[in-house]
């Protein structure tokens, strides 16, 4: 090493250079947005609702369990959230298959078996054709924050004690 690098290296180690700042070409900020902002495309949520018919399937004929019953009654709160942002009657609708849940679960209580009456059958069968609709025709962020206020109203429920979030869901 000659003088002249001795110098610099003395000078650097004094005084280390100030990092530069790296220029962003561009922010993907708004596509983040976009892909937020868009609906889903055909197939990408056949998987989900296959497993929430048969899962409904599984409570209908008296085999299912918790999960089962916890997928189905999540999937009617979320059409239920979104329904209220679009149309008052669906809403309503939807209300009558959340009674119609209940009561399933009631008769899990009182008969260890889930199982529906015959006007809860129809309700729920319609407020999964309506889930199905509406998350079809949803965002991914409409979607993402319908779950955030079930989750919101599930926490909050639990938080006045264990059985009035069992009877929420």
Avoid: W
């Amino acid at each position: 090493m000659n003088r002249e690098q001795r110098r610099l290296a003395a000078k650097l180690a004094k005084n280390p250079p100030k990092p530069q700042r790296s220029r962003k070409l561009f922010s993907i900020a708004p596509l983040h947005m976009m892909n937020d902002c868009r609906t889903y495309a055909e197939g990408e949520l056949t998987l989900d609702h296959i497993k929430i018919r048969t899962c409904f399937a599984r409570l209908r004929d008296g085999s299912g369990n918790d999960d089962d019953f916890n997928r189905v009654a999540v999937a009617i709160n979320l059409a239920k959230v979104r329904a209220l942002e679009i149309d008052e009657i669906l809403a309503d609708s939807i209300e009558v298959a959340q009674d119609a849940m209940m009561r399933c679960k009631a008769r899990f209580y009182s008969h260890g078996r889930f199982g529906f009456d015959g006007p809860g059958l129809q309700a729920v069968l319609n407020a999964l054709d309506a889930n199905e609709e509406i998350v079809q025709n949803s965002s991914p962020r409409q979607m993402e924050k319908a779950l955030h206020v079930v989750r919101d109203v599930l926490a909050s429920a639990h938080r006045k004690g264990p059985r009035m979030s069992e009877i929420i869901m």
